[in-house]
């Protein structure tokens, strides 16, 4: 059975870190380009982060410099660092998975995305 489950979300102060976690389970990872989501209150979902299966990203301007995606296809696992978080950053993150035969290929549209996970809670707040 496929899933994809996050973790590592919570409370934090404003400069903290974070590192939000995505494991798979019931596919190879490897197969799929990953994107990184959020949703904060009252706004549209919208991309943060994608990392193609070639290891190649993108970041939305709002959080380059700080967040970083990662993946480890040995743990069907993929990884969004996040440094110098800011109240701005509250919301429930989302990863989520492209089956592509593209190394490269890489997506902010939600619609592009064939799974995604339960979303974790990240609250940035003194």
């Known amino acids: 059975q496929l899933r994809l489950v996050e973790s590592g979300g919570g409370l934090v102060q404003p400069g903290g870190s974070l590192r939000l976690s995505c494991t798979a389970s019931?596919?190879?990872?490897?197969?799929?380009?990953i994107g990184w989501f959020r949703q904060a209150p009252g706004k549209e979902r919208e991309g943060v982060s994608c990392?193609?299966?070639?290891?190649?990203?993108m970041y939305v301007a709002s959080v380059k410099g700080r967040f970083t995606a990662s993946r480890d296809n040995a743990k069907n696992t993929a990884y969004l660092e996040m440094n110098s978080l800011i109240p701005e950053d509250t919301a429930v993150y989302y990863c989520?998975?492209?089956?592509?035969?593209?190394?490269?290929?890489?997506?902010?549209?939600?619609?592009?995305?064939?799974?995604w996970g339960q979303g974790t809670q990240v609250t940035v707040s003194s």
């Open positions: 990392i193609s299966r070639g290891r190649r990203t």
């Open positions: 989520s998975l492209i089956n592509t035969g593209s190394m490269i290929y890489c997506s902010y549209e939600a619609s592009d995305y064939d799974y």
């Open positions: 019931g596919l190879i990872l490897d197969d799929y380009a």
